[in-house]
């Protein structure tokens, strides 16, 4: 398995999820943990051969965390919800 980090700056611009996964792609990497997302309410999106889970933004919108993960060891991985007091 191969592991990586991304600060990816921002996925609000038409296309960015799609290039992300493309790159992760070219350099072979099955799980990617990446940072400052800037997507609300957090869910799972489809991109390539990959899925980004993503966390909820705070208030200052500024933050915001992920991990793409291939789709062939997406199984492997287990998602929960964290609530905040």
Do not use: C, P
Not at 26 to 46: H, P, S, T
Request: glycine share 10%.
């Amino acid at each position: 398995m191969r592991f990586g980090t991304w600060n990816v700056r921002s996925l609000y611009r038409s296309g960015s999820l799609r290039a992300v996964a493309r790159e992760l792609a070219r350099y072979k990497l099955d799980i990617v943990a990446v940072l400052e997302v800037r997507w609300d309410k957090g869910n799972a999106e489809g991109a390539g051969d990959y899925i980004l889970f993503y966390g909820k933004l705070n208030e200052s919108n500024r933050l915001g965390t992920g991990f793409f993960v291939h789709q062939r060891v997406v199984s492997t991985v287990k998602t929960i919800e964290f609530v905040s007091d």
